[in-house]
């Protein structure tokens, strides 16, 4: 399901939900554990678990961005910067099927390539679900160019 664009605390807020068929700590579990949260985004490497630890961006050549963590409560709440002045946020709440999983980019700054982060966080949240379910995504680039021009009309209609 495509996020949704809500003003929370004067800030433009993409909010993505996704109802799961697993428990809290299986969810958790993806988001914060290195050799599973680089099945979905092999980019990042959490380096310390902890409010104000950091998480390493790895671009692929030896050089990485420190990105810092905000906030973390165990099972429920992760949230880390986004560069270049954006921050991300994933709230885990129990259902009766499994868990909820609410996913927030806040839009301090929008510029050209919003539309390309928020897709690619549209493409990760489908992936961590099919992780969860033992399936996978075989092409996520085709997966991710037919949510790019949702995500476009999104911030367009948004009037960002």
């Known amino acids: ?11 433009n807020t993409a909010v993505y939900k996704r109802a799961l068929h ?3 700590a299986d969810v958790w579990s993806y988001l914060t554990e290195n050799n599973k949260l680089q099945q979905w985004f ?12 950091e998480i390493h961006f790895h671009f692929g050549d030896g050089n990485y961005e420190v990105i810092d ?4 409560e165990a099972n429920t709440l992760f949230s880390f910067t986004w560069p270049p002045k954006n921050a ?9 099927r499994g868990c909820e ?3 927030k980019q806040f839009l301090h700054t929008v510029n050209e390539h919003t ?3 928020l897709t690619g966080w549209h493409v990760c949240l489908d992936v961590i679900e099919m992780l969860l379910d033992g399936r996978t995504i075989e092409d996520r680039k085709s997966h991710w160019e037919l949510q790019y021009p949702k995500y476009q009309e999104l911030l367009q209609a948004a009037g960002l």
């Open 1 to 11: 399901m495509i996020a949704k664009i809500e003003k929370i605390e004067q800030v």
């Open 22 to 24: 697993h428990s809290k």
């Open 42 to 53: 092999s980019e990042l490497e959490i380096k310390t678990l902890k409010r104000e630890g």
């Open 69 to 72: 963590i905000i906030d973390v």
């Open 88 to 96: 991300v946020r994933f709230e885990l709440s129990e259902s009766e």
């Open 101 to 103: 999983l609410t996913f």
């Open 115 to 117: 539309a390309r982060d």
